[in-house]
């Protein structure tokens, strides 16, 4: 592939939130993500790689088993697609967006759900991303004006587990109330909370709340909880920061489950 239409097709996916968008696809690079966008059974539209490099054992294996398009181009092209400056990714996938479907994330009696208000840096939804797979949660919600999952940076900092945890955007609290119809407990994080996190019972249906880094939830999310929980702190900070504060909670609602299922 040259320095033609389809290339700067490719290029928006990396820096036009718009086009990613109309397109429905974006871009993914390293073994660990790719590989568990396969495994999940993520639509691949196409494989970009180096022309002139010899494919290592993993990508030949990985394409060998792919029923989609192989795009060879320069190194040089797809290095400006890994956002590399130290040499090219050995390949890169383009890979389909799912729909933003509530319905993706299931709700049952052990459910642990996330949301993430108004991000704004794609980093860290990647970060809480990851967390939330770690942790168990059975989905993310991000809601509102915000960063984009599928925006390179979050891809990168979800390590591939984007690929393992329902990830879906709404405009705003509205659709997540309707669609959780009071099945879970919202509880909503705030320095200010009134309980202790570690003081609520975290081990039924829960949906947990992470507002956005500066301003926190907002008005509607407030008026939505159930209750407001504070992550208590000693020393000179105030607070944490929106992916630190989603990893603690979620982690607390995991260690208060495996000590109810060990009674």
Known sequence: ???????????????????????????????????????RGWTVRAVLHDAQRPLSRWADDLLRGLDTERVAMASELLAELSEKVDGAAEIVAVVAMPSDDLARIPVDDTFLGLVFDRPTQPGNIGAVVRSADAFGADGLVVTGHAADPYDPKAVRASTGSLFALPVVRTPSHREVVEWLAGRATIVGTDELGDTDLAGFDLTGPVLLLIGNETAGLSAGWREACDVMVSIPMTGSASSLNASNAATVALYEARRQRLGSSAR
């Open 1 to 39: 592939m040259s320095r033609n239409a389809r290339f700067q097709q490719l290029q928006t996916l990396l820096s036009n939130r718009t086009k990613r968008g109309r397109a429905k696809e974006f871009l993914v690079q390293g073994v660990r993500p790719i590989t568990m966008a396969v495994e």
